[in-house]
């Protein structure tokens, strides 16, 4: 089990200490060189000390301490002994070789390049330290972990440097290891850098949370286990074992969310997190679900960072409920493997196994990418934004087709995407290729996806788009067109019914326009011009009849003629209008599986006759008033006095739902076997909405299953393994 990490400074800490300590979990450790270690790194540094006034070798000490709760292999805990002998105490690196490894020289070595970064607070120099830091890091990533764990002692003992110095040291650790603690994914360290920073950056506010969070610790502690035995109780109710743990969040996040959420203290509501660990996967959702049911879930707070791991392969599920003292309280449940990943992260990899002496490096594939970054771009500010969105674990981050990395909203779909891209790109997207494979809008990327954008010029944003698209930008963009469209299609059909109407008197809008006999009525219903007169038409607002009752020459002419004739024509264009209006409503919410050439927004409806699905080849036909609707090509409706009505029509590749589609099985007649069919179909993954069975005469079944398929391929996969099924001796479509 892996315990919360503390990495406060331990003074009085002696080689046995660590020897101790590395003990525990690496038995059959060299503990002669360890010892050595400590012994050469004590000489180098004999007589230095610290700003706090102690001997100099505490703080290597320390620093090994650190690497030893990180579980680190033996040269990394030696190269935490010697880390500063090269740098401080004008020792060769071929001497560190010398007397004990050359892996050990190297990471001393590495760490010596580093200290040598000078950091300044400038953004353009900042880059030049993040290049040199990944380049390191790619020799090598222990060097960085090593790097963290002298970084955390320094500000662990942060009080005894001057002021300025703080604030300096502060800030760097805060732009650049904490970053990459975070990247890196080891959590432990990085929490406690950011509790650090904040206290010596904003005291004000680091002391003002400590004071505040500490002020009623013994009511606390015990609200605390209260939670955690309620909890351990309702999980038992479902026999499910479960270490849980609870503790007041870090400073740091707290002081997030409330400069995030621009509120106060009081207002911070979930100031506790728990933790459940179980053994698998399976028990987290179970887990959830018992923890759901047997608390108030908070909306929206739910993550499922199993399903989608963060990109440093942070693995939990995160929910927040309201406590039983009607408290929000946070949960975070997940396996004790993913809990020690999550605090230790990438230090992870080394942790000593019974039996395992050492393991090879992990290759990390971001760093990586990043060194390609580093030698193929001379633009410092392009290098900035890629580290930094790859530093920042808040969202999802995926390669353009170019290698230009963009970030999204973790949940982000290929719309998203599409819509960073440029607007009509968004507008225009069917679906997307993800490292190669063709996948649907609803698809949600995932950190490291390498994505292109598929596109056709007869698409358009439909209303389903508001569920897909997750950021807010892809979201506006789609309303704005909704919008135009809807006006669009109003002013057109506006129009439509305005000029039929005219044109029951022999008039037209542009005449009566020439005569100026449309101002009455805009001055009477404030409107400001035809476009606005045909769109209030259109939508219904206004009507026809009430415009032509304020027409001078058409009043007139309607009172003096009032022929019955008329009046019905008029009824005739309501009626009309009041039908293509309904169609208008209508098509928003119909099936977009269809496009029809040259032509947007029309209605389509598939063919019962023939009924046909994604894959077959396929014929519009032209119905009155009714709009398009899809026929198979082979279908017997289809011959050559329909084809004068039929219009191209083609598959929308980037939708991606289920159609219904029967098939019949002739078999054998032998008992079970509709549920031997059934299991075959279910096994492939295919629904089957209903079946029928029927007994024929001479000892052989049929029957009837309508199934729901994305498409023809998948239907001919789900024949063919119905058909690979002994007794079955024919399946066809019907
Ligand atoms: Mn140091």
């Known amino acids: 089990m892996s315990q919360n990490l503390d990495f406060s400074h331990e003074r009085d800490l002696t080689i046995e200490d660590l020897v101790r300590r590395v003990e525990a979990y690496y038995p059959d450790a060299n503990f002669t060189m360890l010892r050595k270690a400590y012994q050469f790194a004590h000489n180098a540094h004999n007589g230095q000390k610290r700003s706090s006034g102690e001997d100099y070798i505490i703080h290597p000490v320390n620093v090994a301490a650190t690497l030893i709760r990180l579980r680190m292999d033996l040269d990394t805990i030696m190269a935490g002994l010697l880390h500063d002998v090269v740098e401080d105490c004008n020792i060769s690196p071929q001497e560190i070789e010398k007397e004990f490894n050359q892996g050990v020289a190297d990471l001393v070595v590495g760490l010596t390049k580093i200290s040598k970064i000078k950091f300044k607070s400038k953004e353009e120099s900042q880059i030049e330290n993040f290049r040199k830091m990944v380049v ?374 542009k005449a009566l326009r020439k005569n100026n006999e449309l101002k009455e009525f805009f001055d009477e219903f404030h409107i400001i011009d035809e476009d606005e007169l045909c769109v209030q038409v259109g939508s219904g607002k206004l009507s026809a009849k009430l415009v032509m009752e304020h027409i001078p020459s058409l009043k007139d002419l309607a009172a003096k003629q009032d022929l019955p004739e008329i009046n019905e024509k008029i009824s005739e264009i309501e009626s009309y209008s009041n039908q293509m209006t309904k169609n208008v409503r209508k098509k928003t919410h119909s099936d977009n599986a269809v496009v029809v050439d040259e032509m947007s927004d029309v209605m389509v409806r598939m063919a019962k006759c023939c009924n046909p699905i994604p894959g077959d080849g396929i014929v519009g036909f032209i119905t009155r008033g009714r709009g398009i609707t899809v026929h198979k090509s082979d279908c017997n409706r289809v011959d050559s006095e329909t084809l004068v009505r039929t219009i191209k029509v083609t598959w929308n590749k980037g939708f991606s739902f289920t159609h219904p589609v029967s098939v019949r099985v002739m078999t054998q007649d032998k008992p079970g076997i509709l549920s031997l069919i059934s299991k075959t179909i279910n096994n492939s993954g295919i629904n089957i909405r209903s079946a029928m069975a029927k007994s024929m005469p001479d000892r052989k079944g049929s029957f009837i299953f309508e199934i729901e398929v994305k498409d023809y391929s998948e239907l001919l996969k789900t024949i063919s393994s119905i058909e690979s099924l002994e007794e079955v001796i024919s399946v066809t479509r019907v």
Request: net charge positive.
């Open 136 to 509: 390191a890091m790619a020799k090598d990533l222990r060097v960085i972990i090593v790097k963290l764990a002298d970084r955390m002692h320094n500000m662990r003992t942060l009080q005894y440097v001057s002021d300025e110095k703080q604030k300096k040291i502060a800030q760097e650790t805060l732009d650049i290891y904490v970053p990459l603690a975070s990247r890196l994914g080891i959590n432990s360290v990085k929490s406690e850098l950011e509790d650090l920073c904040l206290r010596f950056l904003k005291p004000e506010i680091y002391y003002r949370l400590a004071e505040k969070v500490s002020m009623k610790k013994s009511e606390r502690d015990n609200y605390i286990r209260e939670v955690i035995t309620n909890i351990k109780e309702k999980l038992l109710e479902y026999s499910l074992h479960a270490e849980v743990k609870g503790r007041p969040k870090h400073f740091y996040s707290i002081y997030k969310k409330m400069t995030a959420r621009g509120v106060d203290f009081e207002q911070v509501q979930d100031l506790l997190a728990f933790r459940i660990i179980v053994s698998n996967i399976t028990e987290c959702y179970k887990a959830l679900g018992i923890i759901h049911s047997s608390f108030i879930p908070i909306p929206g707070r739910f993550k499922d960072y199993i399903a989608i791991p963060k990109v440093n392969n942070y693995q939990s599920l995160h929910t927040a409920v309201i406590g039983p003292r009607a408290e929000r309280i946070e949960i975070q449940i997940r396996t004790n493997e993913m809990d020690e990943v999550a605090e230790a992260g990438v230090a992870a990899h080394w942790k000593y196994k019974e039996g395992l002496a050492g393991k090879s490096a992990p290759k990390l594939d971001w760093v990586q990418e990043l060194l390609e970054y580093n030698k193929n771009t001379d633009n410092n500010r392009e290098f900035l934004d890629v580290i930094k969105n790859d530093l920042d674990l808040d969202g999802v981050f995926v390669f353009t087709p170019k290698g230009d990395v963009r970030e999204l909203k973790y949940g982000a779909t290929p719309l998203d995407f599409a819509y960073e891209i440029h607007t009509e790109v968004g507008h225009h997207c069917v679906g997307a290729k993800i490292n190669g494979k063709i996948v649907p809008l609803r698809h949600i990327l995932k950190s490291g996806d390498s994505i292109e954008i598929l596109t056709s010029k007869t698409q358009s944003p439909s209303k389903d788009w508001l569920n897909i698209a997750k950021s807010s930008k892809a979201r506006s963009k789609i309303k704005q067109w909704l919008l135009k469209v809807e006006r669009d299609e109003n002013r057109e059909l506006g129009r439509d019914i305005l000029e039929k109407a005219f044109k029951v008197f022999g008039t037209s809008l």
